[in-house]
C-alpha cells in the first residue's frame, strides 16, 4: 500500500512535558532501570529507546535487577519457549517486589500483542504493574508516570499499527557499529511466522531521517551501520515518491566517515538485479547478505508460503557469486515444518551443501498460535525434528571448518570492534572482514581502525591471525 501522504509524528512538547512530570517524582533519588531484552535486533533497538526515554526521566543503568527500581522484559514471541522463559523469569521478580513494593514491573514487547499472552500475565503476575505492546513505545513515560502518581495498573496495547514516531531519545551502547532501522513490520505472512501478526504492515521510514540519524551516529564514532528490516529489500515501496532500497545504500555510501554498510535481512524474492549491482560496485557495501532460505524442498516452501522455489534461490545465489567478488552467504534454516519428509530434509541438506553458507542459524518448527502452519495436518514429531536438526548441525559445523581452512595465508582487512583476553590469557582484537567473517588477531589493535589481518590458523569454527606487518 502506498501512503498518499505520509504522517510521521515527531516525539516532542508533550512526551517531553510527561518526562519532565516523571522526573520531578524521580527528583534527587538515585533511582535505577534494568532491561532485559529477548529476541531479535528489532527487539534490541526497542530496548535502546526504552532505555534513551529512562535516561532522560532521570533513570541510571543497572546490571543488578536486586539494585532496580525499574525493571522492563521486553519479549519476543516468535521460537520456541519464548513465553515459559519469560514466565519462568516473571516468576523469580516476585520476591523482590515483596521486599521492594514501589519497584515498578513492566512487560511489553512482540509477545504482549498477543492477547491470550497478555491477558494471562495480567491475571497470573498480578504484580506486573505495566504491560505495552510493540505500536506505542513512545506511550511509556506516560503509563509509567500514571504508576507512580497513581499506583495503578496499566495495560495498553495497540491492535495495530500506528505512524511511524521519530526523535524518540535513545541510549546505544558506545561501539564502531551501530543498527538502523529504516522499516517497520512485514507484509509477507510466510505460513509459520507470527511477525506480521505482532508487528504489523510495512512501514518505510522516510529516506531524509535514516541519512540524518547515520550522519549522527558518525559524528560520535560509528564506522559501520547495518540498516535493518524484517525485509529490507522492499524499502521505499510504500512511500511517494517510492525509493528503492538500493538507491538508499548509495545514498548512505554518500556520508563521509561511514566505512561500512550492511543490512538485515533479505527476503529472496525480493533481491532486485540493482541491489546486486550495487553491492557488487559500491565499496561501502559489505559482501555479505543474510538469506534466509528456510528449506531447500519446493514442495515445503510452498507451503511456507516462501513464493519461491529452490531452483529460483540456488540461481539468485550464482547470479549473487558470480557479481560480487568474496561473496559470503549466510542464512535460516528451519527443519520439521509439517509435510517435512526425509526427502524434503535431504533437499535441505543438498541445497546447504551447494550453497556453502558461511553460517547458519536453524530452529526446529515450533507451531505459533494463530498462523497457518499451525492448523496443518502432519506435524512432525519432536524427536524427528531434534534428529534432523542434529543432522543439519553437524554438516554446517563441519563445513564452517572446512571453509575457514581457504582462508589460511590469506590476508584480509579487518575493522577492530574490541579488544579482550581470551581463555589462553593472549590479548586479541576482534572485528569482521566485509564480508562478515569474525576474526581474532593476536594483537592490540585501536578499536574503530581498519587492520589488515594473515590469517594463519582455525581454532574450532574461529579464524586467528596476526597483524599481516608482523606475518613474516
Ligand atoms: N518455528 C521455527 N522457526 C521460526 N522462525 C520464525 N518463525 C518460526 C517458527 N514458528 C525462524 C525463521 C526466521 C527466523 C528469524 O526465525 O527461520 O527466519
Ligand atoms: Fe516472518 Fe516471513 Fe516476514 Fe520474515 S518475511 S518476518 S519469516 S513473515
Request: glycine share 6%; charged share 25%.
Amino acid at each position: 500500500m502506498i501512503h498518499e501522504k505520509r504522517s510521521d509524528i515527531l516525539f516532542s512538547e508533550n512526551e517531553y512535558r510527561v518526562i519532565d512530570d516523571v522526573r520531578k517524582i524521580v527528583g534527587n533519588k538515585e533511582q535505577r532501570y534494568y532491561i532485559e531484552t529477548f529476541g531479535c535486533q528489532m527487539n534490541v533497538h526497542d530496548s535502546e529507546k526504552l532505555a534513551g526515554m529512562l535516561t532522560a526521566m532521570g533513570y541510571d543503568n543497572t546490571d543488578d535487577l536486586a539494585n532496580a527500581d525499574i525493571i522492563i522484559f521486553n519479549t519476543c514471541c516468535v521460537r520456541e519457549h519464548a513465553e515459559s522463559k519469560v514466565f519462568g523469569h516473571l516468576g523469580a521478580l516476585l520476591p523482590l517486589k515483596n521486599k521492594n513494593p514501589d519497584l515498578v514491573i513492566a512487560v511489553c514487547g512482540c509477545m504482549m500483542q498477543q492477547k491470550d499472552v497478555a491477558l494471562r500475565i495480567k491475571t497470573r503476575f498480578r504484580f506486573v504493574d505495566i504491560i505495552f505492546g510493540t505500536h506505542n513505545l513512545q506511550d511509556f513515560p506516560n503509563m509509567l508516570l500514571q504508576t507512580l502518581q497513581n499506583r495503578v495498573r496499566v495495560f495498553d496495547v495497540h491492535d495495530q499499527e500506528g505512524s511511524i514516531v521519530e526523535g524518540i531519545p535513545t541510549k546505544r551502547t558506545e561501539s564502531v557499529q551501530d543498527f538502523v532501522t529504516i522499516m517497520y513490520g512485514c507484509n509477507n505472512f510466510c505460513s509459520y511466522c507470527i511477525v506480521p501478526y505482532v508487528r504489523g504492515r510495512e512501514r518505510s521510514r522516510d529516506i531524509n531521517n535514516i541519512i540524518n540519524e547515520a550522519k549522527q551516529l558518525v559524528l560520535n564514532g560509528t564506522k559501520e551501520i547495518t540498516v535493518l528490516g524484517q525485509n529490507v529489500n522492499s524499502y521505499g515501496l510504500d512511500l511517494n515518491p517510492q525509493i528503492m532500497f538500493a538507491d538508499l545504500l548509495n545514498k548512505l555510501a554518500e556520508i563521509e566517515g561511514l566505512e561500512r554498510i550492511r543490512f538485515m535481512t533479505s527476503h529472496p524474492k525480493d533481491v532486485s538485479d540493482r541491489l546486486i549491482s550495487v553491492m557488487a560496485s559500491c565499496s561501502k557495501v559489505c559482501n555479505h547478505i543474510h538469506l534466509p532460505v528456510q528449506s531447500g524442498s519446493t514442495k515445503v516452501l510452498k507451503a511456507m508460503n516462501r513464493k519461491y522455489t529452490r531452483e529460483d534461490y540456488l540461481s539468485l545465489v550464482k547470479r549473487m557469486r558470480d557479481a560480487i567478488p568474496n561473496l559470503e552467504i549466510t542464512t535460516d534454516i528451519i527443519v520439521g515444518f509439517p509435510g517435512e519428509t526425509e526427502g524434503d530434509f535431504k533437499d535441505t541438506l543438498e541445497l546447504v551443501k551447494e550453497v556453502g553458507y558461511s553460517t547458519a542459524y536453524t530452529f526446529k518448527y515450533s507451531p505459533r498460535t494463530g498462523t497457518p502452519a499451525a492448523e496443518m495436518d502432519d506435524q512432525i514429531p519432536l524427536d524427528v525434528k531434534k534428529r534432523r536438526l542434529g543432522e543439519l548441525n553437524d554438516l554446517i559445523a563441519n563445513m564452517i571448518i572446512d571453509q575457514n581452512r581457504n582462508y589460511i595465508g590469506k590476508t584480509v582487512e579487518v575493522l577492530v570492534e574490541g579488544v579482550r583476553t581470551n581463555k589462553d590469557g593472549e590479548i586479541v582484537s576482534y572485528g569482521r572482514t566485509t564480508n562478515s567473517k569474525m576474526i581474532y588477531c593476536l594483537r592490540k589493535a585501536k578499536v574503530g581502525s581498519m587492520i589488515d589481518v594473515k590469517i594463519t590458523h582455525v581454532r574450532d569454527v574461529s579464524l586467528y591471525g596476526q597483524l599481516s606487518d608482523y606475518v613474516k
